[in-house]
């Protein structure tokens, strides 16, 4: 609300409105709760961690209240009205951005968050990323050791572990260590060396609406498209592009994939070049796209709709240059140093054409000199006919010689003259 602020004077000026300035210890306005779609504030960069909350089950958590995330995030960490975390449509997650090991440690103990007065959905909590964190992959371990054994007893010379999580019902745990930029070179386990594998996040892929972000055991859509979905719940085939069962959506032998790969490969513009590969930015526009991790940067690309378009036959290229264009305004132009390089070239041209010359002066006697003996019956005729061959034309030779030499002279103009 603004302050009308009237000058002192006989003459009424026109009123101004002035901003109030707003008190330092105001916080900002909450974000708004009512709206699914609501853009959340950017945290403050001093919460470099995230945690990431995604259900168990088969639920969408967009459609949990914010304020009850907001509620359950303050129990935690005993705040009031905490500001911080993001709902992920796409991959169907919660993340939460904090400031401390300590808050990480209070957030990865969240196992279910109230959806009504009197239902809760499970759900599981997760370190994620960090400052100065990595995150590598451990295998063959006990599936009977839980991962609360598994970081406690889990050791690294190097590093501090941080947290331990299973990938599923396999042998493999992924591990979140903290320390320099790579990964520790072994981990002691009960005194068994570990040897650790990087951990490269994999495009998930859902087979049950054949969405991207999220796997089939995750997916939060309730109703299924029984074209695409067996009666027990399984898919009909396993590539949704092509609604065809001989290969994965990951493979590169699709036709739909080459197919507009291809055609994008066709255009003219360098732009839209798109590898055969898993690159998903062909198969959906890029906002549909997500990874294991939501808070990655994704590679930038062209969508689906885009590649699929005709390429224009009328695309706009730029003018080629020529060396009559202007000389000072094109790329043509040269420095001393550059003109001096080219003197010297055309000099060893001219010195190698007056050789050439010399040559000819020396098969022009010859040439004579089978002339005089053409009637001769004692000259070979393959003598007579090689002679003539390797004769080369007069005019030729002085043309060349001239082009040479007017290169020259306006080189040396130039250099005058831009001197």
């Given amino acids: ?23 330092a210890s105001t916080a900002p306005a909450p974000p708004c709760s009512s709206s699914r779609t609501a853009v959340y504030p950017t945290p403050p960069p001093d919460r470099s961690f995230r945690v990431h909350i995604k259900p168990t089950t088969r639920f969408d958590v ?34 939460v951005h904090l400031a401390s090991l300590d808050d990480v440690n ?17 759900v599981q909590s997760y370190f994620a990323s960090g400052p100065n964190v990595q995150r590598c992959v451990l295998y063959d371990l006990d599936p009977n050791d839980s991962p609360a054994t598994i970081l406690r007893e889990l050791r690294s010379p190097t590093h501090e572990v941080l947290a331990v999580r299973r990938m599923g019902k396999s042998r493999t745990y992924l591990v ?34 054949f ?76 906002e549909c796209s997500a990874v ?17 378009k005709k390429a224009d036959p009328k695309k706009h290229r730029p003018p080629k240059h020529t060396p009559n264009d202007n000389w000072e305004f094109t790329e043509y132009a040269l420095v001393d140093e550059d003109l001096d390089a080219q003197i010297a070239q055309l000099s060893k041209q001219l010195e190698t054409l007056r050789q050439r010359k010399a040559r000819v002066a020396g098969l022009r006697k010859e040439r004579a000199a089978t002339h005089a003996l053409q009637g001769s019956q004692s000259v070979p005729l393959r003598m007579r006919v090689n002679a003539q061959k390797t004769t080369p034309s007069d005019t030729a030779i002085w043309t060349v010689i001239l082009e040479t030499l007017s290169n020259l002279t306006q080189l040396i103009q130039d250099s005058l003259y831009h001197g």
């Fill in 176 to 209: 979140t260590v903290q320390g320099s930029s790579t990964i520790p070179e072994r981990f002691y386990y009960n005194g068994c060396v570990l040897h650790p594998q990087p951990y490269r996040p994999r495009v998930m892929y859902c087979y049950r609406c």
């Fill in 1 to 23: 609300m603004g302050v009308h602020v009237e000058m002192p004077s006989r003459i009424r000026r026109p009123t101004k409105k002035v901003r109030a300035t707003p008190d």
């Fill in 292 to 308: 294991e991790d939501p808070e990655e940067p994704v590679s930038t690309g062209v969508s689906y709709s885009q590649i699929l």
């Fill in 106 to 122: 209070k957030v990865c103990g969240i196992t279910s968050i109230p959806i009504s007065s009197d239902g809760t959905v499970t």
């Fill in 62 to 95: 967009t459609t949990i209240p914010v304020k009850l995330v907001q509620q359950v995030i303050d129990r935690c960490l005993g705040t009031q009205g905490y500001q911080g975390f993001v709902i992920h449509k796409v991959s169907n997650t919660i993340t």
């Fill in 211 to 286: 969405k991207l972000g999220h796997q089939q055991n995750y997916c939060p859509k309730a109703t299924v498209d029984p074209e695409r979905i067996n009666a027990d719940g399984k898919p009909r085939y396993r590539c949704g592009l092509c609604k065809a069962d001989d290969h994965e959506i990951t493979s590169t032998k699709c036709p739909t994939k080459q197919r507009a790969t291809a055609r994008a490969r066709r255009r003219e513009s360098s732009s839209v070049r798109v590898p055969l590969s898993n690159r998903f930015q062909v198969l959906e526009p890029i």
